[in-house]
């Protein structure tokens, strides 16, 4: 089987943590780095962790940092839902590899580069890296096979009731990224928020009993605390979706759009605007993901834990 070669871009975060889990145990990718972003936390801490995660998974791949700030504007984070750590919960073992003395963007543009064929970039956190490396290197834009990434909401919000919080963080990366031409997936809160995992379904993959296994159960643990004060009562795998876009299409719903990002509302700043009438007479440039089937999208991720040994590496 030709596998799909990938770049996990992200802020881990128990969403992106979770992502990375099961694309690491995806046998279609190829996964050839993994670039961090501020968001959920800090630069550091989500380098950090990102460190780690991989050191849990056995994946041996260059770990390279972005920015600690967003393209424009201030970093906001979200500790409320992701701790001081940005990765609160089970005990992670040590990182294994250092970061890489390049940034993310460089990775980026090294791995495209290197790469025989077009890569699949993964995003799930703010934009900020995948901007960078199309303002760095426009000629690279043919090496980018598409940008799957989690975030926006076609009518919702959830860092304000309009903006979803990858977007709010920096808005203006995903207005480049938008407007670059290159093919887009985007895996918004209109599908996420449907991606629930109940408590009874994440005690199933403790129940497998490898330590990776046990490590997502305790990151559900951890994400559900905040989550149930908000009235939820399965956790939100928002970054998971833009791994199974990929690879899964089956089990989702998509709309061709054509999608905005505002940058400049003082309320609406980072909020996704699809021209669902079509009045732009603009050609779409985003397919968005709108439905799921989340029974068989929990399965993929049972399935995927499972594929874990008791070393931590796949089977
Ligand atoms: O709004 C959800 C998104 O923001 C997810 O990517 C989560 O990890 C946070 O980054
Ligand atoms: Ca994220």
């Known amino acids: 089987m030709k596998k799909i070669p990938i770049i996990l871009d992200g802020d881990p975060g128990h969403d992106d943590a979770i992502a990375w889990v099961m694309a690491n145990a995806i046998k279609e990718f190829d996964i050839k780095g993994i670039t961090t972003v501020a968001g959920n936390q800090t630069i ?21 940092k972005g920015s600690d700030i967003p393209l424009l504007g201030n970093l906001v984070t979200a500790a409320n839902f992701h701790g001081e750590s940005g990765l609160d919960g089970p005990e992670l073992p040590e990182p294994i590899r250092e970061a890489e003395d390049i940034s993310a963007p460089e990775l980026m543009a090294k791995i495209l580069k290197e790469s025989d064929e077009p890569v699949v970039i993964v995003s799930t956190g703010p934009t900020t890296n995948v901007a960078s490396l199309l303002l760095a290197n426009p000629e690279l ?17 959830n860092w304000t009731s309009c903006a979803e919080f990858n977007i709010v963080v920096d808005p203006e990366a995903l207005d480049i990224v938008f407007n670059s031409g290159v093919p887009i997936i985007m895996s918004g809160l209109d599908v996420t928020e449907k991606a629930l995992c109940y408590p009874e379904e ?5 129940a497998l009993g490898n330590p990776v296994a046990e490590v997502v159960a305790g990151w559900f643990d951890f994400f559900m605390k905040h989550l149930r004060t908000l009235g939820y009562r399965g956790a939100t795998l928002h ?12 089990i989702f719903k ?15 700043r980072g909020a996704t605007i699809p021209d669902y009438y079509g009045q732009k007479n603009k050609k779409p440039n985003v397919k968005v993901a709108v439905e799921i089937n989340r029974e068989e999208f929990i399965q993929v991720l049972i399935d995927c834990c499972r594929a874990y040994n008791e070393e931590g590496g796949k089977i």
């Open 254 to 268: 998509f709309k061709d759009l054509y999608v905005e990002v505002e940058r400049c509302g003082h309320y609406t």
């Open 202 to 206: 994440y005690e199933q993959i403790r």
């Open 141 to 157: 834009k043919e090496k980018i096979k598409c940008i799957s990434f989690m975030g926006g909401g076609l009518r919702t919000g």
């Open 44 to 64: 550091e801490k989500t380098t950090l962790n990102a460190r780690r995660i991989s050191a849990l998974i056995g994946l041996d791949v260059p770990v390279a």
């Open 239 to 250: 970054d998971p979706c833009a791994v199974l876009a990929l690879v899964r299409p089956d």
